[in-house]
């Protein structure tokens, strides 16, 4: 009887040992996909990088490295486009869309997130669904609203000025959004325990939610940060002359006048694309916590 019972087992152990190579040949072709995902991706970049450091002829012949790496690329591209000047603005625009982004998201957000009012989720609905509006959609009528065709705005009108570069996006509903949720989740009784010390609202913003709240609010920054240096079709909507244009269109601009010289558009490729990849790796860890942190608390 025992060793008929002892049958079954070189059985199980079969079982298992299929069951173990099905998961390491899944892995396998996960992990293949991915790699080949992640060339397919990295490839243009990487392209973009080799291509900025070759010589005229070497981009011509479509070589995959340069023989001899030419950073005076970078200065040449930087003279010729006159990148001095459309950097700066960039800095400028991004800086005061930040700004206003983040008092605009930080106070909706709290104020969805924490306070009781009528009406909250009818308004909060109201926020998500712009969302769903395409931003071509919205280009006529914002530039007649800049324009002053709606509505009477100081001057007369705001094209060619700085406030019609950042006005317009101090606030976004993805952001609120993203806030809210954050906020939506810290624990009653620290509100309790603020307001048992004569905190009021502000206070308990700025002391306590603010604090911990860095993860989300460097995810807003980042997200803020790329969509406002990367911003292209309404700077060059709305500006007709080189006072406010960023570097996304001097960028454009450069690629109209320089013509063939490759090497020389990657390089202002490379150039505008920096700012980004410092943000980005400076805050990579704040980005994932945020994103990772961030629930979808109703």
Not at 115 to 127: C, E, P, R, T, Y
Not at 142 to 164: A, D, E, F, H
Not at 183 to 193: C, S, T
Request: charged share 10%; glycine share 8%; hydrophobic share 50%.
């Amino acid at each position: 009887m025992d060793s008929v019972a002892a049958k079954p087992q070189p059985v199980v152990t079969i079982t298992r040992a299929k069951r173990s190579r099905f998961y390491w040949l899944g892995r396998i072709l996960t992990y293949a996909i991915l790699i080949f995902g992640a060339i397919i991706f990295i490839f243009p970049f990487l392209w973009m990088i080799s291509s900025s450091l070759m010589t005229l002829g070497e981009t011509i012949t479509r070589q995959l490295l340069p023989k001899v790496p030419q950073w005076i690329n970078y200065v040449d591209a930087w003279n010729q486009a006159k990148f001095s000047k459309y950097f700066m603005n960039s800095v400028f625009i991004t800086l005061g869309t930040l700004a206003g982004l983040l008092i605009t998201s930080i106070l909706a957000g709290y104020a969805f997130g924490r306070i009781d009012f009528k009406g909250k989720n009818i308004v909060f609905g109201l926020f998500l669904a712009t969302m769903m509006i395409p931003e071509s959609v919205t280009l006529i009528p914002n530039y007649l609203l800049i324009r002053g065709s709606i509505i009477p705005i100081p001057g007369g009108t705001w094209l060619n000025k700085y406030w019609s570069l950042t006005i317009p996006f101090i606030a976004n509903a993805f952001s609120i959004f993203l806030l809210r949720q954050f906020f939506a989740q810290i624990p009653k009784e620290l509100w309790d325990a603020a307001r048992i010390d004569g905190a009021d609202h502000l206070r308990f913003l700025i002391q306590v939610v603010l604090p911990i709240s860095k993860a989300p609010i460097m995810t807003v920054l980042l997200f803020g940060f790329t969509g406002s240096w990367n911003a292209f079709q309404w700077p060059l909507l709305v500006t007709t002359n080189d006072t406010w244009r960023p570097i996304m269109v001097g960028l454009w601009s450069f690629v109209n006048e320089a013509g063939p010289q490759t090497h020389l558009l990657m390089a202002g490729a490379v150039i505008s694309l920096i700012p980004i990849l410092i943000i980005y790796f400076l805050t990579q860890k704040q980005f994932t916590q945020g994103i990772a942190t961030t629930g979808l608390k109703g």
